[in-house]
């Protein structure tokens, strides 16, 4: 049997299995193994659409949106670094009649924590974002994109090679104590093999 749980069931288990084992002759030194997976997702689980508004404040330099699960425009050109792609300014990012496929996708870490017994395996999982920064960086976009109403906006001030400043979105590693939970002391926390899954439309890249 699997048995999913949520955070607060999960560590309640893990003590009463300790308490258990001490209470059947065990000593304060039993120690309990929990296994920990950290896999890399980006199958579009996440999107601008659907963040709280205190965190898609960290967007609002580059995207817009009327509301919460309402669609999510491009305010200004910038780069999607971490997909590599370039975004022009009116371009829908995230479209309220598809919440489920953003075209700007979030990638984010799927933590797992499991311990097995009696044949019986417990599982608690939960998602961690990856952080966005949005910096100014001199790049080069595609040339069929210089002749878009970017390069129109700026007009003859953009260099021949095709450089220009550019805003550039970046989705930085989370901090390492995000994928911590407040297990027992006892508790021995294995690091199995990190898997990476990329789930996704195939948007335009530079």
Known sequence: MIYECNEQQFIENIVRLLNSSRGGGGSDGNRLVVNRRI????????????????????????????????????KIPFIDEFHNRFYDAGDILHSSS?????????????????????????????????????????????????????????????PS?????????????PDERMFSINIPKQVIVLDVKRMIRTIGIDNEKI
Request: hydrophobic share 35%; charged share 25%.
């Open 39 to 74: 896999m890399l997702c980006d199958d579009h689980r996440y999107g601008p659409a659907i963040l709280p508004d205190q965190e898609f404040g960290a967007y609002a330099g580059i995207m817009e949106r009327k509301a919460l699960k309402r669609s999510v425009y491009a």
């Open 98 to 158: 598809s919440l489920g496929t953003p075209r700007l996708s979030i990638p984010y870490y799927r933590v797992e924590y499991s311990f097995s017994l009696w044949g019986n395996s417990y599982i608690y999982t939960f998602d961690v974002l990856f952080e966005p920064e949005v910096v100014i960086e001199k790049r080069r976009l595609p040339s069929r994109r210089r002749g878009s109403r970017t390069s129109a906006r700026e007009g003859s001030s953009a």
């Open 161 to 173: 090679n095709g450089s220009m400043l550019v805003h550039v979105l970046r989705f930085n590693q």
